[in-house]
């Protein structure tokens, strides 16, 4: 089984709706990420967790929110998706014990379009 | 502020010839410098890291990737490259930031290797 999962792995949804992505994990890892992933752009930050009780924005955050439900599951939401938020999202999770290396275990990802 | 840029976007490459990647970073501190491989339709794998010690490092499929402090550089290369290794590969350098790190990716270097 994979320690980390991404659900939906595909959706498709239309401008202004609301949209939750979902991500798992069994790694045990306090801090988890989310990224969105873009032709020629590399994995951009959107918000990262470094434990249940602490929530930081990435360089990327406006119109996305996060909520860390647990340890091992943490939700991206898009208040009102708009077109330009169509892409590939990636979760990931780290080890405190590596922090100063930060070596991050990455989901699946899900592909979002929106129309 | 530290920056990765991979130096190509797309690398053509025929099976069983030597390729290399390259990722050049900016940083005035000592980083962890990473490679990830992502196949398609599938997350990122990590395919080898540099903390310290020798600045040659082994991953996994056959690549290897040396660190160069005075060129600020972390090439990724293959002797003979496989179909299978068409893939889409990040360069990746970690940062200490806010209590704990993050990792800031290139742009990627999408492999694609012709029979």
């Known amino acids: 089984d994979a320690d980390v999962t991404q659900t939906p792995r595909n959706r498709i949804t239309k401008t202004g709706k609301r949209i939750m992505l979902e991500c798992s994990q069994t790694k045990g890892h306090d801090r988890m990420y989310w990224y969105r992933q873009d032709p020629g752009l590399g994995l951009r930050l959107i918000y990262y967790s470094f434990d249940v009780k602490d929530i930081n924005k990435g360089e990327i955050s406006d119109g996305y929110s996060v909520s860390r439900q647990a340890q091992a599951k943490f939700s991206l939401s898009l208040e009102s998706a708009i077109p330009n938020q169509t892409a590939l999202y990636f979760c990931?999770?780290?080890?405190?014990?590596?922090?100063?290396?930060?070596?991050?275990?990455f989901g699946p990802g899900t592909r979002l379009t929106v129309l | 502020a530290q920056s990765v840029t991979q130096l190509d976007s797309q690398v053509p490459v025929f099976e069983e010839a030597p390729v290399e990647l390259r990722c050049n970073y900016s940083s005035s501190v000592s980083v962890y410098l990473f490679w990830y491989v992502q196949y398609p339709n599938q997350g990122l794998q990590l395919l080898l890291k540099?903390?310290?010690?020798?600045?040659l490092v082994k991953g996994i499929n056959g690549f290897e990737a040396e660190f160069n402090k005075s060129q600020t550089s972390f090439h990724l290369r293959k002797p003979s490259v496989h179909i299978s290794d068409t893939a889409e590969y990040f360069c990746a350098v970690s940062v200490f930031y806010n209590q704990g790190g993050k990792l800031i990716f290139g742009q990627g270097t999408e492999l694609s290797v012709k029979p």
């Open positions: 990931a999770t780290s080890d405190p014990s590596s922090a100063a290396y930060n070596e991050q275990f």
């Open positions: 540099y903390l310290s010690g020798s600045t």
